[in-house]
Nanobody
């Protein structure tokens, strides 16, 4: 069993940067694929980023590619999401997620561990 705790959200203006952190408890971090999702009011949960177990491969949708970077630190059992050049469409609750699947998924239903979420609000 894994517990995930996000931090780092806040209120920023367009063009600003934020770094989100997700701390994982337990012994299973090295065996987990990690991902970030976001959800705006009235919308479906959206894939943001994912990283393979060893950190060799990362995945992003076109909406954030080139602006967001996912990384992981095995010594700290932590995954990060660096967000640059934020715009109004990035406003959402951001969730950290984990799965034991070998193939890195991009669908929320394929992840079964979830953090509580952290709010990111971007204003003009």
């Amino acid at each position: 069993q894994v517990q995930l705790v996000e931090s780092g959200g806040g209120l920023v203006q367009t063009g600003a940067s934020l770094r989100l952190s997700c701390a994982a408890s337990g012994r299973t971090f090295s065996s987990l694929v990690m991902g970030w999702f976001r959800q705006a009011p009235g919308k479906e949960r959206e894939f943001v980023a994912a990283i393979s177990r060893g950190g060799e491969s990362t995945y992003y949708p076109d909406s954030v590619k080139g602006r967001f970077t996912i990384s992981r630190d095995s010594a700290k059992n932590t995954v990060y999401l660096q967000m640059n050049s934020l715009n109004l469409e990035d406003t959402a609750v951001y969730y950290c997620a984990a799965t034991a699947k070998g193939v890195v998924p991009t669908r929320s239903n394929d992840y079964y561990y979830w953090g509580q979420g952290t709010q990111v609000t971007v204003s003009s």
